[in-house]
């Protein structure tokens, strides 16, 4: 047999659990992607609105890890929703450098409008669940989250 014939990877490597994950994840985040569409809205713009009023001023670093993408992406997505003007920075109160995001009365509709649809999705996957096996699932993201984290 030569090395060519050898499978690069074991026979069961998309059973594993980390790829049901990312089938589940890309499953749900294609579902949002279409249902957002309409608003004028991707997952991003909503997750990045979904963490200003989470925390007001939200500055710096913290959009970048929250999207996990680059700095100048979540500055493109910024200059987006501002030109829209869903979102305004502001310059923060202490240090003049920074500049702290905050959701406009236009953001705070456009979020209700997301947060509905996204809240629909959410129904849709935990009716199919029911109730226990929603809490179960749940319990079980958390320690895989925690479990990796730990690693």
């Known amino acids: ?10 026979h069961d490597a998309l059973d594993r659990v980390s790829w049901a994950l990312r089938r589940a994840e890309l499953a749900v985040q294609g579902l949002k992607e279409q249902r957002l569409r309409p608003l004028g809205m991707a997952a ?11 925390e007001p001023g ?10 996990d993408v680059t700095p100048q992406a979540v500055a493109s997505l910024v200059a987006r929703l501002e030109g829209r003007g869903l ?9 003049r450098h920074v500049q702290e995001l ?4 236009a953001g705070r509709e456009a ?5 509905e649809v ?18 179960q699932l ?7 989250t925690k479990t990796v984290r730990d690693a």
Request: charged share 30%.
């Open 87 to 95: 979102l305004e920075r502001r310059e923060h109160p202490r240090h």
């Open 44 to 54: 991003a713009h909503c997750t990045l609105l979904m963490s200003v009023p989470a």
């Open 58 to 67: 939200l500055a710096g670093a913290e959009p970048t890890r929250r999207l």
């Open 1 to 10: 047999m030569t090395a060519h014939d050898e499978d690069p990877v074991g």
């Open 118 to 135: 996204i809240a629909d999705i959410e129904r849709h996957i935990t009716d199919a669940l029911g109730g226990d096996e929603s809490t």
């Open 138 to 144: 749940r319990t079980l993201l958390d320690r895989v």
């Open 102 to 105: 905050h959701l406009t009365d």
């Open 111 to 115: 979020l209700r409008a997301a947060d």
